[in-house]
């Protein structure tokens, strides 16, 4: 396997099957340090957030729950906890992530897949909740990935992500990308020595909707946002929206 810290990011994460090779080999190499790296980058605030998300969707006695780019199983583990009679599918691209996620898991309800979460194996209508940590922006393809998501939910589900958030106003735009360039290259060069790791999450952002065309996005699929917390000024911000019954 080519190790990712090695591979030139912009020749790859520009193209959807380009950016689904980068992501796969970049994961493989920071699955050890994933969880530590999240509480560092938000400066310690990463399991508030994810718990506030948690708190905030519907509560339901025995759902079908989907977590996307579920790494480690942060989101995956407190559905668990959340619904304990869900049936719950944690599903990640990568294998190093999924390995983590399964010597951590002690849940009998959650099982972890290795797929593509643009074209997944699942049926139409399967989930009554999907969600996603850092999982939008990572998609090789986001319109191909909100598709999906309308695809597997069932009618009236809702859905939930954590992200990091691209500003509408240009130059907010190009203050975010300094800050979470300098601070990802810091962490690359500290834990990797090669910047290049974290500051893939500032490159990341260039190709992403600002919040407002995201919204857009969301709702041209045909979901309606409920709910929506920005974290940080804005830098992150979670989202829940729902699928509408015909």
Aim: hydrophobic share 40%; proline share 6%.
């Amino acid at each position: 396997m080519r190790n990712a810290l090695k591979l030139k990011m912009h020749d790859y994460i520009h193209r959807p099957e380009g950016k689904l090779v980068f992501n796969r080999e970049m994961f493989t190499v920071i699955a050890p340090r994933y969880d530590f790296i999240t509480r560092a980058l938000s400066l310690g605030r990463d399991k508030a957030w994810k718990n506030q998300m948690i708190q905030n969707l519907p509560t339901l006695k025995s759902p079908r729950c989907l977590d996307l780019a579920c790494g480690t199983g942060d989101i995956t583990f407190r559905l668990a906890e959340k619904y304990p009679g869900a049936a719950i599918a944690g599903l990640d691209l990568t294998e190093a992530m999924l390995a983590s996620a399964k010597s951590r898991n002690s849940y009998e309800n959650i099982e972890f897949t290795t797929q593509n979460m643009c074209r997944t194996n699942f049926s139409d209508r399967t989930f009554d909740i999907v969600t996603g940590g850092y999982a939008l922006r990572n998609a090789p393809s986001l319109e191909d990935a909100l598709a999906e998501i309308s695809r597997v939910m069932k009618p009236g589900g809702t859905a939930a992500f954590l992200d990091f958030s691209r500003p509408p106003h240009p130059l907010t735009q190009k203050a975010e990308y300094f800050l979470l360039k300098t601070w990802g290259g810091f962490w690359g060069l500290t834990l990797h020595r090669n910047p290049q790791v974290y500051t893939y999450i500032a490159e990341s952002l260039k190709q992403f909707p600002d919040s407002n065309q995201l919204r857009k996005l969301i709702a041209k699929v045909g979901f309606e946002i409920v709910w929506s917390k920005k974290h940080y000024f804005g830098i992150a911000e979670t989202l829940i929206f729902k699928k509408p019954c015909p």
